[in-house]
T-cell receptor
Framework: QKEVEQDPGPLSVPEGAIVSLNCTYS??????FMWYRQYSRKGPELLMY????GNKEDGRFTAQVDKSSKYISLFIRDSQPSDSATYLC????????????FGPGTRLSVLP | DVKVTQSSRYLVKRTGEKVFLECVQD?????MFWYRQDPGLGLRLIYF???????EKGDIPEGYSVSREKKERFSLILESASTNQTSMYLC?????????FGQGTRLTVV
């Protein structure tokens, strides 16, 4: 079993749709959770950062963590064609530690 | 904003050449990382460094070496480039759990 699993997609949605992107993980020690957005031929950019369980909202983006289920989600409301990118989840067990793991990424296309 | 700068966006090198990829960060981060990213394989860690002159092997260190002479600079070296090292190379730095990436270097070995 991989440490972090993520549906690779591609996921295609119409403009304006609500998008749900998800990751599952196996290491219960993970406490810090991140979502990165990566446009084609560019480096990943940090989108959301959360600690432990709960929700965090930033504009159209909401990150949700359920540690009991080892499941994290990123919701995008009112999706736009500019949201078309690959989304990678990442997690770490320690704020300063070396154990920092990425999911393989989900490719999202938002169609106008 | 944190800035991580990689020296080149695109590089084309010949088989057998020694290749240097440079990365500089401006936020005094202790930890720096080199990844390669290939379709279907995701991000794979090559090497990382948690302090000046310190280095640790990642998951795929074979054919690579690194150098960290100054805190802000982390170099990836391909000792003798091969075609299977054609890839997107990404540098990242972090102190806390939030990692910040450079724009990537697309290396093609012919």
């Amino acid at each position: 079993q991989k440490e972090v699993e993520q549906d690779p997609g591609p996921l295609s949605v119409p403009e304006g749709a609500i998008v749900s992107l998800n990751c599952t993980y196996s290491n219960s020690a993970f406490q810090y959770f991140m979502w990165y957005r990566q446009y084609s031929r560019k480096g990943p950019e940090l989108l959301m950062y959360t600690y432990s369980s709960g929700n965090k909202e930033d504009g159209r983006f909401t990150a949700q963590v359920d540690k009991s289920s080892k499941y994290i989600s990123l919701f995008i409301r009112d999706s736009q064609p500019s949201d078309s990118a690959t989304y990678l989840c990442a997690m770490s067990d320690d704020n300063y530690g070396q154990n920092f793991v990425f999911g393989p990424g989900t490719r999202l296309s938002v169609l106008p | 904003d944190v800035k991580v700068t990689q020296s080149s966006r695109y590089l084309v090198k010949r088989t057998g050449e020694k290749v240097f990829l440079e990365c500089v960060q401006d936020m005094d981060h202790e930890n720096m990382f080199w990844y390669r990213q290939d379709p279907g394989l995701g991000l794979r860690l090559i090497y990382f460094s948690y302090d000046v002159k310190m280095k640790e092997k990642g998951d795929i260190p074979e054919g690579y070496s690194v150098s960290r002479e100054k805190k802000e600079r982390f170099s990836l070296i391909l000792e003798s480039a091969s075609t299977n090292q054609t890839s997107m190379y990404l540098c990242a730095s972090r102190t806390t759990a939030r990692a910040f990436f450079g724009q990537g270097t697309r290396l093609t070995v012919v």
